[in-house]
């Protein structure tokens, strides 16, 4: 694989993976088409440039990741250590991720190979929009912030993320749509979103690894896929967070609703 082919296939994972916009898609796309790769090699690239935008999250993440192993380090065997907080919020978000994605997917690869079900990805974009419409005639309406997360807020995210493994259906606009009909901030919904990206993906990846799908593809292109994605995945989460600083949550839920919808008309998913 040429270097011009991994940086393109990076950069788009690293932009993608944290836009209301199906980055295995978008990553499927450029290698198919702008490529004209070989569909054989497809699992493993998307494997590799999701361990980049893994590993940008866990180093951009560092720190509260730490807090929240020193903080169940304390009572390691008690059960209420895992539900509060932002742990509660994760391990809930995982699991019902699982319990939602697995059937599915089965289901998508047994019966219906060629489903595309970007249409449930824009009704969550038309839901979003209508949200965010109804949010600007509350005025005054107090937003969440990221530390009164809890494992019931893990329900709803949880639940809409498990679309994800539909085609079409991006990971990062189902999580954040979740958060943001909970009632958080902008910037502190794509913060849980992204935080949440670090143990779903994780699980994807073992999926993956399991299944055997990455045995025939060159591991010197897989290390450098996955540095390329690390790279303009850590550049474009930092920016982007920084960014939802700025805009009211409204306007944000009604951008990403109209980016959704028009993913769908598009054909992008």
């Known amino acids: 694989m040429d270097s011009i082919t991994i940086l393109v296939l990076g950069l788009v994972q690293g932009i993608t993976e ?20 070989d569909p054989s ?32 380090l304390k009572r390691p065997l008690a059960i209420s250590t895992y539900s509060k907080g932002k742990a509660g919020f994760l391990l809930t978000a995982v699991i019902l991720t699982g319990v939602i994605g697995f059937p599915l997917l089965y289901i998508e690869k047994k019966f219906f190979p060629t489903l595309d079900s970007s249409v449930i990805f824009a009704l969550m974009g038309a839901g979003l929009v209508l949200t965010g419409f109804l949010l600007l005639s509350q005025k005054g309406a107090k937003e969440r912030r990221k530390e009164t997360v809890t494992w019931k807020d893990g329900i709803l995210t949880g639940v809409l993320q498990g679309l994800s493994v539909l085609p079409g259906v991006s990971r990062s606009g189902t999580s954040t749509t979740g958060l943001i009909w909970r009632g958080f901030s902008s910037e502190d919904s794509f913060h849980l979103s992204f935080l949440l990206s ?15 799908e990455v045995a025939a593809f060159p591991i010197a292109d897989g290390i450098l ?34 980016v959704m919808v028009a993913a769908w008309m598009l054909g992008a998913g």
């Open 225 to 258: 896929l996955a540095a390329s994605s690390f790279v303009f995945g850590y550049l474009t989460l930092g920016a982007l967070l920084k960014l939802m600083k700025r805009f009211n949550v409204a306007y944000v839920a009604i951008a990403m609703g109209l």
């Open 198 to 212: 670090i143990p779903t993906v994780i699980c994807a990846e073992l999926v993956f690894y399991l299944n055997g």
């Open 18 to 37: 944290w836009v209301p916009i199906s980055s295995k898609t978008q990553v499927s796309l450029a290698w198919l088409k702008v490529f004209n790769g």
């Open 41 to 72: 090699s497809l699992v493993p690239i998307l494997l590799y440039v999701h361990i980049g935008t893994l590993l940008a999250a866990i180093i951009y993440f560092r720190k509260e990741l730490l807090e929240i192993a020193q903080s169940k």
